[in-house]
């Protein structure tokens, strides 16, 4: 789905940039992060939706600071795409929002290995939504 159909299929909207909302989000995210740091090796696949949660919270602040509000996880990859101009985080975004939605909908099962790259990965996701927050 690209921004455009977001707007059309109303899963976006205008909205003032709201910086309480924004700190209560942030200190959510912080918590997410400190039970995936905690997660025991054998909840891999708990602790990657913890990240994935936390991920599409800082998205969700970038997004309204930019004076959007989203309400389809897809639409946060058009968002990277279409408004960030970053078409390799949103292909990497859309990636972990299948492997989630794999894990929480479907009860899929990942090799150890993978999860474990997907980890890794995802948690420099969040730095590079954090650096993004910041500039």
């Known amino acids: 789905m690209d921004w455009y159909e977001c707007w059309q299929r109303d899963f976006v909207k205008r909205v003032d940039p709201d910086p309480v909302m924004a700190a209560q ?8 992060l400190v039970l995936a740091a905690q997660a025991a090796p054998e909840t891999r696949h708990a602790r990657f939706t913890l990240l994935y949660d936390a991920l599409r919270m800082l998205l969700e602040i970038l997004v309204t600071n930019r004076g959007y509000k989203i309400y389809n996880h897809e639409c946060f ?14 292909r990497r975004f859309d ?7 794999g894990i929480n909908y479907y009860g899929k099962t990942l090799t150890e290995e993978r999860i474990t790259r997907l980890n890794t990965e995802i948690f420099s996701t969040i730095e590079e939504v954090r650096r993004l927050l910041r500039a």
Do not use: M, T
């Open 95 to 101: 990636a972990y929002r299948k492997v989630r939605n």
């Open 25 to 32: 989000l942030h200190a959510h995210v912080e918590e997410k």
């Open 77 to 90: 990859s058009a968002f990277l795409s279409a408004v960030v101009a970053d078409e390799e985080l949103a």
